[in-house]
């Protein structure tokens, strides 16, 4: 079992930063693939980037390349996710998922928390 505690989100201006963290329970994070996934009102839950248990592959969704960053500590059994020049339509729930493999796809994932607001004005 894990279980999974996002934070960080808030008010952002547009062309500033946020950092979301995600912390995790359990003994065997290491194991576990991560991925930050957004759901905005009335649209489907899209992966915005994963990390694998191994920290030497990622995957970002186009949307965000250049502008997030995925990373972890294993030691701390966190995930984080930098958003650097954020963009209104980043206006959404953000979600921290584990999974046995790295995937975008949300089936993949085996858990998640409970979600950070992230609201980015103009």
């Known amino acids: 079992q894990v279980q999974l505690v996002e934070s960080g989100g808030g008010l952002a201006q547009a062309g500033g930063s946020l950092n979301l963290s995600c912390a995790a329970s359990?003994?065997?994070?290491?194991?576990?693939?991560m991925g930050w996934f957004r759901q905005a009102p009335g649209k489907e839950r899209d992966c915005v980037a994963a990390?694998?248990?191994?920290?030497?592959?990622?995957y970002y969704a186009d949307s965000v390349k250049g502008r997030f960053s995925i990373s972890r500590e294993n030691a701390k059994n966190k995930v984080y996710q930098q958003m650097n020049s954020p963009k209104p339509e980043d206006t959404a729930v953000y979600y921290c998922?584990?999974?046995?493999?790295?995937?975008?796809?949300?089936?993949?994932?085996?858990?998640w928390g409970h979600g950070t607001q992230v609201t980015v004005s103009s």
């Open positions: 998922a584990a999974s046995l493999v790295l995937s975008r796809l949300v089936s993949q994932y085996s858990y």
């Open positions: 359990g003994r065997t994070f290491s194991s576990y693939s």
């Open positions: 990390e694998h248990w191994s920290g030497g592959i990622t």
